[in-house]
């Protein structure tokens, strides 16, 4: 089993900066993909961003150029720095784990982010 955590949730105004924090804990496969996501009231989830093990990053197309995700292996946890936040961006944000081979998928419970214009 693996268990995820998010923190670093909150209230911060347009153009503001949020750094999202989700640590693993459990029975961590190497070469788990971790990521990002999202859902905003009466919308889907979304992806916002996923990283590789080795380092290998992906982002929505919403979060191009604003949003950076990172890991710390050693730490088995993932981060998110969110800059230039908009409206738009309130949504809680999820972390997921995805197992290499398996294709199992964790969820964190999530962190709420609510951005005031």
């Known amino acids: 089993q693996v268990q995820l955590v998010e923190s670093g949730g909150g209230l911060v105004q347009a153009g503001g900066s949020l750094r999202l924090s989700c640590a693993a804990s459990?029975?961590?496969?190497?070469?788990?993909?971790m990521s990002w996501y999202r859902q905003a009231p009466g919308k889907q989830r979304e992806l916002v961003a996923a990283?590789?093990?080795?380092?290998?990053?992906n982002y929505g197309d919403a979060v191009k150029g604003r949003f950076t995700i990172s890991r710390d292996n050693a730490k088995n946890t993932v981060y998110l720095q969110m800059s230039s936040l908009k409206p738009e961006d309130t949504a809680v944000y999820y972390c997921?784990?995805?197992?290499?081979?398996?294709?199992?998928?964790?969820w964190g419970k999530g962190t709420l982010v609510t951005v005031s214009s």
């Open positions: 459990g029975s961590i496969s190497s070469g788990s993909v």
């Open positions: 997921k784990l995805r197992r290499p081979t398996s294709g199992i998928e964790y």
């Open positions: 990283i590789t093990s080795g380092g290998v990053r």
